[in-house]
T-cell receptor, first 111, second 111 residues
Framework: DADVTQTPRNRITKTGKRIMLECSQT?????MYWYRQDPGLGLRLIYY???????NKGEISDGYSVSRQAQAKFSLSLESAIPNQTALYFC??????????FGPGTRLTVL | GQQLNQSPQSMFIQEGEDVSMNCTSS?????WLWYKQDPGEGPVLLIA?????ELTSNGRLTAQFGITRKDSFLNISASIPSDVGIYFC???????????FGKGITLSVRP
């Protein structure tokens, strides 16, 4: 079984819709991260959490929100999706900041 | 801000050849990581380096943490078709709560 899982793996939605992407991990790590990946721009950090009561904005948090429901679960929400949020989204976990393990990703398309 | 430079953007090699990739920075990092990403999947951690000068192998892969702490290289020996993918470097500076990523090198292997 995969240590870091993401659901859904693919999603197509329309502008203005609310979308939630979910991440679960069985690695027992306290630290969890959400990134987006765009061609030519690499991986950019959206939000991160160092434990259940800790939420921090990354470099591109506008238009996104997160919820850390438990140590093992970290969700990313787009309250009102827009086309330029079309991207690959990755969740990552780590025991420490300096080593992170990524999930398989969610491909999101906003029409 | 901190940046990691990976070039060229793409590399094309013949099956069986060795290939070396560099990652450089103007800033010092305390950890260097190398990831591989297959199409449609998340980055997979290949090698993690935690000490300046450290040389670590993982099968046909060898990576080194530069003495100046401002660079790292990854070497793949005797390449095979499944080595195709995008190779990212990432660095962590002790004062930071985040990883810094390079934009990746796309490796193609001709059979």
């Amino acid at each position: 079984d995969a240590d870091v899982t993401q659901t859904p793996r693919n999603r197509i939605t329309k502008t203005g819709k609310r979308i939630m992407l979910e991440c679960s991990q069985t690695k027992g790590h306290d630290r969890m991260y959400w990134y987006r990946q765009d061609p030519g721009l690499g991986l950019r950090l959206i939000y991160y959490s160092f434990d259940v009561k800790d939420i921090n904005k990354g470099e591109i948090s506008d238009g996104y929100s997160v919820s850390r429901q438990a140590q093992a679960k970290f969700s990313l929400s787009l309250e009102s999706a827009i086309p330029n949020q079309t991207a690959l989204y990755f969740c990552a976990t780590g025991e420490h900041t300096d080593t992170q393990y990524f999930g398989p990703g969610t491909r999101l398309t906003v029409l | 801000g901190q940046q990691l430079n990976q070039s060229p953007q793409s590399m094309f090699i013949q099956e069986g050849e060795d290939v070396s990739m560099n990652c450089t920075s103007s800033s010092i990092f305390n950890t260097w990581l190398w990831y591989k990403q297959d199409p449609g999947e998340g980055p997979v951690l290949l090698i993690a380096l935690y000490k300046a000068g450290e040389l670590t192998s993982n099968g046909r892969l060898t990576a080194q943490f530069g003495i100046t702490r401002k660079d790292s290289f990854l070497n793949i020996s005797a390449s095979i078709p499944s080595d195709v993918g995008i190779y990212f470097c990432a660095g962590h500076a002790r004062a930071n709560s985040k990883l810094t990523f390079g934009k990746g090198i796309t490796l193609s292997v001709r059979p």
